[in-house]
């Protein structure tokens, strides 16, 4: 069983940078694709983008690309999630996701949920 704890959410500006971190415990992390998620107030939770741990792959949803980047440390059992140049529609609950297969879009595919981060972003 993977348990997923992400931290650095909070309020910042339009333009500014954050970074999320997801801590992982009870798998071996390395063996793990590792993603993010997120939910808007009133919309559906979608993907934001993945890594993957056969090849460090990464994809990202098309409204991040240039702006995010998702990156993992092995050695600490961590994901990040840069995020520069935010704007007010990146306000949402920010999930970090796992699963030892599936890497794609779909939020039914991933077994291991964090509790989620608010990202809050100011115009």
């Known amino acids: 069983q993977v348990q997923l704890v992400e931290s650095g959410g909070g309020l910042v500006q339009a333009g500014d940078s954050l970074r999320l971190s997801c801590a992982a415990s009870?798998?071996?992390?390395?063996?793990?694709?590792m993603g993010w998620f997120r939910q808007a107030p009133g919309k559906e939770r979608e993907f934001v983008a993945v890594n993957t741990w056969s090849t460090g792959s990464t994809y990202y949803t098309d409204s991040v690309k240039g702006r995010f980047t998702i990156s993992r440390d092995n050695a600490k059992n961590t994901v990040y999630l840069q995020m520069n140049s935010l704007k007010p529609e990146d306000t949402a609950v920010y999930y970090c996701?796992?699963?030892?297969?599936?890497?794609?879009?779909?939020?039914?595919?991933?077994?291991?949920w964090g509790q989620g981060t608010q990202v809050t972003v100011s115009s």
């Open positions: 009870g798998g071996t992390f390395s063996s793990y694709n």
């Open positions: 996701v796992a699963d030892r297969w599936h890497r794609s879009a779909q939020e039914s595919e991933y077994d291991y």
